[in-house]
């Protein structure tokens, strides 16, 4: 039993070590936020100026950031979205297919911002929030 | 005698020690340039898609669709069923249409096919909005008359976690939207949100003139934690009909038939309605509780309700298994006594009561499709027809409903 435990204990502490740490990005001269920031401004919610891009459905820093962030899976993301967008509030932000395409995207937009696999980080953006 | 000198071979060897040293950045040179490549093509790509984008940006079109069989093990009339299997009763279609004039400005068309309604095209949201930079929105049109916690997207089936809304609560008002404007105010904390919404305008349903609605609701979410009131008030004007069948004889052939009847009830004249209600969700991504209890009273005889639920669900995977414990009574039914047959017809719509409880399942099957399961069993109706104008002979004192549904967003 304590073996199976320590096991258990072993394989978790080495997915977690796996799970590639999720960074929100802005373009180089952007300035930090907070966490309750980001979950606003991803939740389509406040007065914030910025213009926020997600990645695809599917894609796993997708999934990480918002377990992180905002708190909701993908399916209730996708409810979330649904409230907002059929009673006229709100649209989902715009998606790009890979964390490349994001960076260039923030690199050349000072107001937006983005995530990323911590891995897939150059200098072309900043990292503006670990959360 | 040729001697082979180790020149020779060296230099045989030449081309071959050039390649080997030349292929591994070859290869790296032409991996480098497919990433670009790559790079660039996705670039090209993402600019194709933020150019049709740009074109289309205006405008946004959504759907969503549900599908539903529902039968149930007798004919009491719960949820308009009956133990004939029905595919269209929670059956239906609808198509949203958004177009931004500004960036603040937008039109909402909301177009809805419902099986109940026949199919017949009707426009639950036709309105427009505007957000000023202080926070505020108005909207004016056709809106939701926002009374419950699920009133905004009562028939986006995906947006809910359970196969229906309890229709303890959510039956008990009988009209679902109105013409008119509302103003709503978003205060930011830092963690959470505090909207605070007015609003007025006028509805109609069947004979009855719903005027002069007017009222606010609060609500405070950090997105785990939900907490809403609202009150409501409006004026009553028409009369309450109900089509009665009435037992008869065939004149030729002398056989038992009914006859439908459109029986006039009640008159409302001006009479004052108004409408409370409460509601708590919390959801922290796996553990799913919300409830709503309601209190709506009419002057004069027509029913004054008190209605409730509790709803507990807990996500594994892809599955939510949800129970639900509900509650439908009628409060003044001292108010409808019985001295003659037309005030015993009367009391027997008017009074009712009943407790219901519900099981059910909600698998998220795909991406934006979900399929839900749910059975519910409602009884202690006492001694009323149960709230089932169906049932006012009181000839059954229990329902089970059994729902299959899906419900898709696209």
Redesign the interface.
Known sequence: MKNILSIIALSLAVAMSAEAAVVVIGAPGASDISA?EA??AF?G???SSATVYELE?GNPARSEFH?KV???????L??FW??Q????KG?PP?T???A??MK??IAANPNAIGYIDEADLDDTVKVILKP | MHIRHPLHFALKALPLAITAVLLPSQVLADEATEERIAQLEQQVRDLQKQQTASLTDSFTFNGFMSGAYVTADNNSGYLGTSTSADFSEESKLGFQATFSISDQTQAVMQLMMKGENDWDVEAEWAYVSHRFNNGVQIRGGKLRVPLFMYSDYLDVGYAQPFARPPEEVYGAVPFTTYIGGDVSYDVEFDDSTLTIQAFGGESEEDNTDIKNIIGANVMWTDETWTLRAVYGQTTLDGSISRTIKIPSQDPSSGLPIEIDAQLTLLTLDNEKATFSGVGASYDNGQFLAITEWTRSEVDGKYTDVDSGYVTLGYRINAFTPYITAAYYESQDDNERVVVDAQSALIAAIFNGQRTAYSAGLRWDALDNLALKFDVTYANDFGDTSGGFQSNILQQYDDVTVYTVKFDVVF
């Open positions: 309750s979950k606003k939740l919610k406040g007065a459905e377990s905002t708190g909701k899976s993908d399916s209730q996708k409810a649904s409230k967008v059929f009673t006229g649209n715009a790009l297919s890979s490349s395409a260039s995207t």
